[in-house]
């Protein structure tokens, strides 16, 4: 090795530097071969790092470096040629591994930089986030604070404790020094101080309604910060060396303003307003917030809605008290009306069982008289007496039996009649009467018209004699036609009827009649009235005659419980009228003559019961002479009692039948004292009753006493002889009532 050919004086030897490089050499070769290992440390434990290829990359780089200054050491003495090809393989590797990692951050710089970028970006979001969670917190905050106030709000509906209450919340809430109420006056030209927050009595204060600042305030539903100095504000005198607080005003809507008002505020149609004005304390440096605004706001609004629950709650109590007082009157109506009912209900029994005992004497009486020597013209007379009576029976049964048209509890007694029959003797009873006014009554029956029908034959023959009745009463003049016929399916409809609804069937057919009259005639505004109870039309008719108003009202009852119609057509005053109605009848498998309840059978067969023992029992002496005359006219032998005691001394297991009058004070008792007293039910006589009450409630208590029949008073001697043969022959007879 050549010596160097340098200038020696200020440097250390050459040995010292080689010794110095020799040493730098292997540390920095250390340092190079330590660093791979941290690498590969850092590599391993690290598993999201994305750029691991480059760390192999500078690792090989590092390594190469390191070997280099190792292989470096052997070039400080003599060295062979090896260590010099060694020496030159390494460097060659480490120049390209360099370039190659100089090329390789070109390309991964820009994206350490982008993961820069994201990182500042992910810390912007952050700080945004963190923010954000502070205004929740805010929020949660003044929620709570919210949710209190409107606790406390809503705690009563008395609206001056809402108002005072929302004051006092808020105060406290926000640490206010006041807290003021300006109410509308009366007029709505000004705001009046109705209430604050540390005057318990406030002085009558009051601002005109249109100043710039409440305008203001009124047109927008945000919470506004005013002037200290406003006119709303100034309830202290601010002492020289305080600085006022800052004020908020805010508007609280008043949804009835009637509900709310103060002395005698009348009832405004028109949106009007409270205004809330909140005042921080003197001299403090404290500012409002926006979480501040925010929760007057809501505050406002939710003190709205209290004083419309409070109104609501009002006017409620107002109902309440007036649906009381309404129930209280109803209720005491509901009384005076079932006092009423039950006056009328017992009136209707007393009259029913007085009158049909006087009516019994005249039919029965009527009907022996009828049985005996007679000449044609006495005959007649008496005929027409049985008639009259019979259909004066009919008709006092309808007008006590009225409650049980009006309560729908009345049933028709269907059966099979001679239709024609009944036309027949409604021309019969009319014509006498209408020969008085000179009025021709003529009867036309339509040649398909059924000769047999089945149906409730009293209230048919009621309802036609009626009608036919009502057009003599009324006519003074002309003539009345009576026309019967089978209505066709065309002609069953009427629009003045929307509720009647006929169904054609081959089990029954609708009779349809009608009863024409040339008389004064009814205004057509006034024929509605003449289906009302106790009403006549204004006609001059009807003011110069006489009746009850019930004949038409109980009709159109009949007609209804018959499936039918009924309607009076008229042109007016003068021209006469026509009542027409149609009713739903049966139609018989056989055509069997049936009973005319209102048409006496002459001797109808004769039917006699000689040597039968019958008591009658009767605590009227008419009536009970009455009927021993029937049974006796029968060829009973008849005994009499007029008490209880008298009949259980006097029967005896001879007699066969006994005939009571129910409507007697003991004559349930009789009657279950002869159960009693007859143990055996072969030696017990047929108990049977005569009443004048049309009630269920009467032959319920006569079956529940164990009577064996019950008969409805009057009864005629025709009546009586097909009472005992039925009731000696099935030993029951309960009569429809």
Known sequence: MESCNCIEPQWPAEELLMKYQYISDFFIALAYFSIPLELIYFVKKSAVFPYRWVLVQFGAFIVLCGATHLINLWTFSMHSRTVAVVMTTAKVLTAAVSCATALM?????????????????????????????????????????????????????????????TLVELGRTLALEECTLWMPTRTGLELQLSYTLRQPNPVEYTVPIQLPVINQVFSSNRAMKISPNSPVARLRPLSGKYMPGEVVAVRVPLLHLSNFQINDWPELSTRRYALMVLMLPSD???????????????VADQVAVALSHAAILEESMRARDLLMEQNVALDHARREAETAIRARNDFLAVMNHEMRTPMHAVIALSSLLQETELTPEQRLMVETILRSSNLLATLIN??????????????????????????????????????????????????????????DEKRLMQTILNVVGNAVKFSKEGSISITAFVAKSES?????????????????????????DAGQGINPPDIPKLFTKFAHAQTLATKNSSGSGLGLAICKRFVNL??????????????GCMAIFIVKLGIPENTSESKNPF?????????????????????????????????????????????????????????KVVCMDAGMPDGFEAAVRLHEKFTKRHERPLIVALTGNTDKVTKENCMR??????????????????VLSELLEHRVLFEAM
């Not at 018959?562 to 021209?575: C, N, P």
């Open 105 to 165: 951050l070109v390309h991964i710089i820009p994206d350490l930089l982008s993961v820069k970028t994201r990182e500042l970006f992910l810390k912007n979001k952050a700080a945004e986030l963190d923010r954000e969670m502070g205004l929740i917190r805010t929020q949660e905050e003044t929620g709570r604070h919210v949710r209190m106030l409107t606790h406390e709000i809503r705690s009563t509906l008395d609206r001056h404790t809402i108002l005072k209450t």
């Open 284 to 298: 403090s440096a404290r500012q409002w917030h926006v979480h501040e605004l925010e929760l007057v706001e809501v």
């Open 398 to 455: 309808d007008v006590l039996d009225l409650s049980r048209l009006e309560d729908g509890s009345l049933r028709l007694d269907l059966g099979s009649f001679n239709l024609h029959a009944v036309f027949k003797e409604v021309l019969n009873l009319i014509k006498p009467i209408a020969s008085v006014k000179k009025l021709p009554v003529t009867l036309n029956l339509a040649p398909d018209l059924p000769e047999y029908a089945i149906g």
């Open 492 to 516: 069953l409809r009427d629009s003045r009827a929307p509720d009647f609804f006929p169904v054609p069937s081959d089990n029954h057919f609708y009779l349809r009649v009608q009863i024409k």
């Open 562 to 575: 018959m499936e039918g119609h009924i309607w009076i057509e008229s042109e007016g005053l003068g021209k």
């Open 599 to 655: 048409l006496p059978k002459a001797n109808h067969g004769q039917t006699t019961f000689p040597g039968l023992k019958v008591l009658v029992l009767d605590d009227n002496g008419v009536s009970r002479m009455v009927t021993k005359e029937l049974l006796v006219h029968l060829g009973c032998d008849v005994t009499t009692a007029s008490s209880r005691d008298e009949c259980l001394h006097v029967v005896s297991q001879d007699h």
């Open 705 to 722: 006493v164990g009577m064996d029949g019950v008969i409805l008073k009057p009864v005629s001697v025709d009546k009586m002889r097909s």
